[in-house]
């Protein structure tokens, strides 16, 4: 507009540069965007490779995050900015009470894999409750771009050194590769959702009467239940 406006009152000589140029619309952009990819069996075999893992994850965040996230299909941010209080045991099950979400659908409970209660998670929190600490990852400073940016970056750089280089797997991929293992499960997805964080968990807002009517929130212990029938093809040294 401002060279159109020069031109036409002859403060500008020139042909107008931005003639032709094309804004792409957010819809387009996004198109345009790679989706992520969910890891395969192999992946995950070289991910948690024992003592390749144990060796460079060795910070609390790294060598955690990525079990949680494989465990609860939970965002980065959404585990990383955990405090202590909300890891806590209710009516027998232990949970992550996510509060610092992506938005509204996202606050939510969700249950701790078997196979997360069954390791040193637990005695790792119960650690750092005796020293007072208030964060479940104490050392993390919040940035502008939260708590995660540098555990991203080295699970991207351990990807990298296990040869899985592909630009659409990462710790993202963890989210992808729960939700479809459980859809090929056969889970409902009213379930899934709920615990993903893509609808509020005490209400379901499909279009069908079905769900916007007669759908109620999950019980824990059913969320509980979905979530240990999920196992990966992986050696739970953890």
């Known amino acids: 507009m401002l060279f159109l406006y020069a031109i036409n009152n002859n403060l500008y000589f020139a042909e107008n540069p931005f003639e032709k140029v094309k804004v792409s619309t957010k819809s387009k952009i996004k198109q345009m965007t790679p989706s992520y990819k969910e890891f395969s069996d192999d992946d995950l075999k070289s991910i948690f490779e024992e003592v390749g893992y144990k060796d460079f994850m060795k910070k609390s965040d790294y060598y955690w995050l990525p079990i949680m996230?494989?465990?609860?299909?939970?965002?980065?941010?959404?585990?990383?900015?955990?405090?202590?209080?909300?890891?806590?045991?209710?009516?027998?099950?232990?949970?992550?009470?996510?509060?610092?979400?992506?938005?509204?659908?996202?606050?939510?409970?969700?249950?701790?894999?078997?196979n997360l209660v069954q390791s040193k998670f637990l005695d790792y929190v119960k650690n750092l409750k005796e020293k007072k600490e208030?964060?479940?990852?104490?050392?993390?400073?919040?940035?502008?771009?939260g708590y995660s940016k540098n555990t991203s970056r080295k699970f991207g750089l351990w990807l990298d050194k296990i040869g899985i280089k592909d630009d659409r797997k990462v710790f993202h991929s963890f989210r992808h590769t729960f939700i479809n293992r459980l859809t090929n499960m056969g889970v409902h997805p009213a379930l899934i959702m709920s615990i993903v964080g893509h609808y509020e968990q005490s209400k379901v807002d499909f279009s069908s009467p079905h769900f916007t009517n007669y759908q109620h929130q999950k019980p824990m212990?059913?969320?509980?239940e979905v979530i240990d029938r999920l196992e990966f093809p992986i050696q739970h040294f953890y």
């Open 69 to 114: 996230g494989l465990y609860t299909g939970a965002r980065l941010e959404e585990l990383a900015s955990l405090r202590l209080e909300q890891v806590y045991e209710e009516d027998g099950i232990w949970i992550f009470d996510i509060e610092r979400a992506k938005n509204a659908n996202s606050i939510r409970k969700v249950p701790l894999h078997k």
């Open 134 to 145: 208030t964060m479940l990852f104490p050392h993390l400073v919040e940035t502008k771009n």
């Open 221 to 224: 212990k059913v969320l509980k």
